[in-house]
T-cell receptor, first 111, second 115 residues
C-alpha cells in the first residue's frame, strides 16, 4: 500500500528564516506533487516533479525530488507571513491517476 | 478561464438521508476525481473517471457511495443512508487526458455535515 509521510506536521517559523519540509513515500511513483491549502479553501497546485533530481522553484519555494530515496523536499527561503498555509505532498499510485496525499504540514510564519 | 466548480458549497443533512454532490470540471478535461478530506487530514482518494466510465473506484469506502458522470462532463457523487462519519469536505478535481504531468485542478469543495 502506498503511504506518504510528511514532517514536520506543524511548523512555526519567524519571518526571514529558512526551513525545509520533508515528504517520504513508500513505493515507486512516477509523479510527486506539492499543493498549498489556505484555511477553508481548496488546494492550489505548486509543483509537479517527474524525474529523479528534478528541482523546481517559484518565488521563495523550491521543491526537489530524489526517487531513489523516495524523498521530496520543499524548501522555504526567507519566509514571509503570506506563506502561512498547509502544504501537502502527494504521489500517484500504481495507476498514475489516484493521488495519495500526506497529512500536510501546517506552516505559520510569525513577524 | 473557469475553474472546477462544486455545488452546494455546504450541505447539512440528517443521519440516514440521501445526498448528492455535484462537480463541474474544467472544460475539456476528460479526467475527473473525487476526494474526501476530513478535518486536519490530507485528501483521500475516492474515485476516478476517464470520460463517462469509472476507471478506478477503489477508494469508495462502501456501497453507500456511488458516483456517475453520464455525459463525460459533470459528475455527481451520491451517498445513501448517510452516517455521521461521512461528515467531511468532498473535493473534486479534473485534469487533461494525455498530459504527462497529470496535474489535477481542485474545486472549492462541498462541506457535508451529517447530524
Amino acid at each position: 500500500e502506498l503511504k506518504v509521510e510528511q514532517n514536520p506536521l506543524f511548523l512555526s517559523m519567524q519571518e526571514g528564516k529558512n526551513y525545509t519540509i520533508y515528504c517520504n513515500y513508500s513505493t515507486t511513483s512516477d509523479r510527486l506533487y506539492w499543493y498549498r491549502q489556505d484555511p477553508g479553501k481548496s488546494l492550489e497546485s505548486l509543483f509537479v516533479l517527474l524525474s529523479n533530481g528534478a528541482v523546481k522553484q517559484e518565488g521563495r519555494l523550491m521543491a526537489s525530488l530524489d526517487t531513489k530515496a523516495r524523498l521530496s523536499t520543499l524548501h522555504i527561503t526567507a519566509a514571509v507571513h503570506d506563506l502561512s498555509a498547509t502544504y501537502f505532498c502527494a504521489v500517484t499510485g500504481r495507476n498514475n491517476n489516484d493521488m495519495r496525499f500526506g497529512a500536510g504540514t501546517r506552516l505559520t510564519v510569525k513577524p | 478561464g473557469a475553474g472546477v466548480s462544486q455545488t452546494p458549497s455546504n450541505k447539512v443533512t440528517e443521519k440516514g438521508k440521501y445526498v448528492e454532490l455535484r462537480c463541474d470540471p474544467i472544460s475539456g478535461h476528460t479526467a475527473l476525481y473525487w476526494y474526501r478530506q476530513s478535518l486536519g487530514q490530507g485528501p483521500e482518494f475516492l474515485i476516478y473517471f476517464q470520460g463517462t466510465g469509472a476507471a478506478d473506484d477503489s477508494g469508495l469506502p462502501n456501497d453507500r457511495f456511488f458516483a456517475v458522470r453520464p455525459e463525460g462532463s459533470v459528475s455527481t457523487l451520491k451517498i445513501q443512508r448517510t452516517e455521521r462519519g461521512d461528515s467531511a469536505v468532498y473535493l473534486c478535481a479534473s485534469s487533461r487526458a494525455g498530459d504527462n504531468y497529470n496535474e489535477q485542478f481542485f474545486g472549492p469543495g462541498t462541506r457535508l455535515t451529517v447530524l
